[in-house]
């Protein structure tokens, strides 16, 4: 069992930034994407943004050109830079990886614990 830790959440004001950090306990095996959702009072979980297996990165249309994901594979870690932080960016944020435990097997999901952000001015 692998587990994912997230780190860097907090406090911050509209328009400020910060940065999440996901470190995985051990090597993933055909990952299909990892990356970032996050989940807001009331709300289903989203998609913010992942890596997929080819390396393209994809956004939610809300966080374009704002945040950034990022992988270090000799890490084992991935990061999502948050710019230009807004109100509705307040949710709690989980690190995912989707992936197959071999070319025969469903996909499974591990999840970290979360982590808050919250924007608040």
């Known amino acids: 069992q692998v587990e994912l830790v997230e780190s860097g959440g907090g406090l911050v004001q509209p328009g400020g930034s910060m940065r999440l950090s996901c470190a995985s306990s051990g090597v993933i095996p055909n990952i299909n994407t990892i990356g970032w959702y996050r989940q807001a009072p009331g709300k289903e979980r989203e998609l913010v943004a992942v890596?997929?297996?080819?390396?393209?990165?994809n956004y939610a249309d809300s966080v374009k050109g704002r945040f950034t994901i990022s992988r270090d594979n000799a890490k084992k870690t991935i990061s999502l830079q948050m710019n230009s932080l807004k109100l509705e960016d307040t949710a709690v944020y989980y690190c995912?990886?989707?992936?197959?435990?071999?070319?025969?097997?469903?996909?499974?999901?591990?999840w970290g614990q979360g982590t808050q952000v919250t924007v608040l001015s």
């Open positions: 995912n990886a989707n992936f197959r435990r071999n070319v025969l097997s469903s996909n499974m999901d591990y």
């Open positions: 890596i997929t297996s080819h390396l393209d990165t």
